[in-house]
């Protein structure tokens, strides 16, 4: 088992930055993959970026490239999300999750983290 608490939502205005973080704990991470995902109002749930906890590639969604920048600290089993310039198109709940490598989708979620951002 996986436990994930994200953290570091709020509001901001438009051009702004933010820096999500997820504490996980339960189990060593050394197979897993780290991502996080967002869900706006009426809409599905939507991949922002991943990161494998072992080698570091990273992996974004289209519309957050060049400006979002996934990250991990090993020592504090930890899980980021920086994000820059955002826009009111970035409004939603944040989500990270894990998966196990070997798996298809993810296992484990945090509860959520609220991002809005303002015109």
């Known amino acids: 088992q996986v436990q994930l608490e994200d953290s570091g939502g709020g509001f901001v205005q438009a051009g702004g930055s933010l820096r999500l973080s997820c504490a996980a704990s339960?189990?060593?991470?050394?197979?897993?993959?780290m991502g996080w995902f967002r869900q706006a109002p009426g809409k599905e749930r939507e991949f922002v970026a991943r990161?494998?906890?072992?080698?570091?590639?990273?992996y974004y969604a289209d519309s957050v490239k060049g400006r979002f920048s996934i990250s991990r600290d090993y020592a504090k089993n930890s899980l980021y999300l920086q994000m820059n310039s955002l826009a009111p198109e970035d409004t939603a709940v944040y989500y990270c999750?894990?998966?196990?490598?070997?798996?298809?989708?993810?296992?484990?979620w945090g509860q959520g983290t609220q991002v809005t951002v303002s015109s």
């Open positions: 339960g189990r060593s991470l050394s197979y897993y993959a």
């Open positions: 990161i494998n906890w072992s080698d570091g590639n990273t």
């Open positions: 999750a894990a998966k196990s490598t070997v798996r298809p989708s993810y296992d484990y």
